[in-house]
């Protein structure tokens, strides 16, 4: 937010001019009426570092963008388009950036904001951070076209650009359908094209439990769909880890309790409630136990190693859709209840189970994002704590985004966006129409929203229909989120996100199309 308050002057000598095919759009771009186009030779064009910038060679974070992007534009370039007919080309895009830091991890404070000035004979990107300069090398190569003759080049702009929102991210769901590590990686890449920068992994659930702990490895060996195939290794993660911060995403885990924990319980005897029937127990397992010390101790082990693994400020710690039966059923639970003064109050008995996790959490000195329900039923938490708003009614979400804000906490936006249900037609519209600030509320409360992400569920998904469900819907949130909140017609939406539809086919992503029509580089994976 800070850093879009500085850049304000910039705007104002900017003066919109007539929108370029990008997506997401920038904050500010101007381009001259008669602007001159520089064609680039691909194999004598370059990337490099300016003089006096902070980060030079062996930036491990400049360096591969470098590769991946000349690779994305050129990589099917024949050596006789090297041969520039006309023009003075431009052979290299000099990459200048304000504050060293190479070797550390995104965060919800990363400066994110650049400027990237393209005229005849000179062309250089601007960025406080290397997280701005990779944002401006991916709107960089959106702007590079090919002729009728196959000459590639780029017309003269100006673009200052920086996201409205810090945390604009992509849930995945691992458990429900397993997800091979290249999925994962190739969803990644498309998350950097689309300027997300929070991959929200749910990696473990009711269904199955795929993460590999050193802890508890029980926990797959018992929990996982198979042990040896569908699982994610400790170098599986530390690879998704190295490959978002890469791309200037963050990845937040999500180990979700004391609900949604079904596929914990082979790995882990004694941490699930026992389900009655009458007086005796049935067999079945329900949350979490609640009122037993173990249940911390293993908590604790479990969190601490979490912790340790993902470097991220933020765990997602969950706490949706506890089903109070099986504890209600369970006749410990009962004296417990009784013994506590909790009355028939379900919910004071899951506001004591989350507020001695978010204590065990705290203690690892991890910040913490809880699913709505967290708030909604009184739990004590950090004023400090990120409240994920997924409820579409009851109360309405952006009624909900106003009492979470005005209680003073930070909120993310999800509810509209649960990209795993589709409707025949354009359904990505209703996506992008969206507005996350339209609550009732004080200027203070919106600036406590910090973003949102779309969700894929995995119940009807797996690796045959991630990609094509994903994009280019997703892109409809991605723009939402870093674009300027007057960046609202659809029917100029429509026009880039089909020609963006037509680049990621270029690129290789299965993207589904939007309506009727075809692209010059159709989908060629088959």
């Not at 080309?89 to 070797?103: R, S």
């Not at 702990?213 to 190295?242: C, R, W």
């Not at 960046?487 to 690129?507: I, K, T």
């Amino acid at each position: 937010m800070a850093a879009a308050r500085a850049l304000l002057p910039l705007l104002l000598l900017l003066l919109p001019g007539p929108a370029a095919a990008l997506w997401p759009q920038p904050q500010a771009q101007r381009s001259p009426p008669a602007g001159g186009r520089c064609p680039l030779p691909p194999r004598r064009f370059r990337f490099a570092h300016a003089g006096g910038s902070a980060v030079g060679p062996g930036c491990a974070v400049l360096e591969a963008a470098f590769q991946r992007y000349w690779a994305l534009l050129f990589a099917a370039a024949r050596p006789t388009e090297d041969t520039v007919s006309w023009g003075t080309p431009c052979t290299e895009l000099l990459v200048f950036v304000a504050t060293p830091g190479c070797d550390g991890f995104p965060s919800l404070d990363s400066k994110e904001s650049y400027k990237l000035s393209i005229s005849e004979g000179s062309l250089l990107l601007s960025a406080d951070a290397v997280w701005g300069a990779l944002r401006g090398l991916e709107t960089f190569s959106q702007l590079v076209g090919r002729d009728e003759n196959g000459t590639y080049y780029i017309n003269e702009t100006e673009i200052v650009d920086f996201p409205r929102f810090p945390h604009r991210g992509l849930l995945l769901d691992t458990s429900r359908h397993y997800l091979p590590l290249r999925a994962i990686l190739e969803t990644l890449d498309v998350m950097a094209y689309n300027k997300f920068n929070v991959f929200h992994w749910h990696i473990v659930d009711d269904p199955s439990f795929p993460y590999e702990s050193f802890t508890f490895p029980e926990l797959s060996k018992q929990g996982a769909f198979n042990a040896m195939t569908h699982v994610y290794t400790a170098s599986d993660v530390q690879t998704v880890i190295e490959y978002a911060r890469l791309r200037g995403i963050r990845v937040v885990v999500e180990f979700d309790t004391p609900g949604h924990t079904l596929s914990w319980g082979p790995g882990a005897p004694g941490l699930l409630t026992p389900c009655y029937s009458g007086k005796d127990p049935s067999g079945t397992y329900g949350p979490i136990n609640p009122i037993l010390n173990s249940t911390y101790q293993f908590v604790t082990s479990l969190f601490k190693e979490v912790s340790a693994v993902f470097p991220d400020l933020f765990i997602h710690l969950g706490g949706d859709e506890v089903d109070f039966t099986c504890w209600k059923s369970n006749p410990d639970i009962s004296a417990f209840m009784k013994e506590m003064g909790f009355g028939d109050d379900y919910r004071k008995l899951e506001s004591f189970y989350i507020q001695r996790l978010l204590d065990i959490v705290s203690s690892l000195s991890k910040g913490y994002i809880v699913w709505q329900e967290v708030f909604d039923n009184g739990v004590k938490v950090r004023p400090d704590t990120i409240v994920h708003v997924w409820k579409e009614g009851s109360p309405p979400y952006m009624e909900e985004m106003a009492n979470v804000t005005k209680a003073g906490y930070r909120a993310l936006l999800s509810a509209p966006w649960y990209l795993n249900r589709i409707s025949y037609g354009q359904d990505w519209m209703a996506a992008y129409q969206v507005e996350p600030l339209k609550f009732e509320g004080s200027a203070e409360q919106k600036e406590r929203v910090i973003g949102g992400e779309a969700c894929m569920w995995g119940e009807y998904v797996d690796v045959t229909n991630l990609a094509p469900r994903l994009w280019p819907r997703a892109g409809a949130v991605a723009e939402r989120l870093w674009s300027n909140v007057t960046v609202r017609d659809v029917q100029d939406a429509y026009v880039r996100l089909a020609d963006f539809r037509c680049e990621l086919l270029r690129r290789g992503v299965q993207a589904q199309p939007l309506f009727v029509g075809y692209c010059e580089n159709e989908f060629s994976g088959f």
